[in-house]
């Protein structure tokens, strides 16, 4: 019996779709925080948390700006 990564992948797949925003807000704390204590080191900072929000952001099916009615 050995472990099935297919459907772990499709468990965490799921979970990132599911939580999107609260791993963003999760990411912005945890900048603000490394900012704190790395001082200086801003735009490292940044630079990871947007490649960090941008590899998440492949699991966001959900459109960044509503559909406004006409």
Avoid at 23 to 39: H, R, T, V, Y
Avoid at 46 to 53: M, N, Q, T, V, Y
């Amino acid at each position: 019996m050995g472990i099935d990564f297919e459907a772990l992948k499709g468990k965490a797949e799921e979970a990132l779709r599911e939580h999107n925003d609260k791993i963003e807000e999760g990411l912005d704390k945890a900048a603000g925080f490394a900012k704190s204590k790395f001082a200086g080191h801003d735009e490292q900072i940044d630079s990871g948390i947007e490649k960090a929000k941008d590899f998440l952001n492949k699991f966001d099916d959900t459109p960044d700006t509503p559909d406004t009615p006409r």
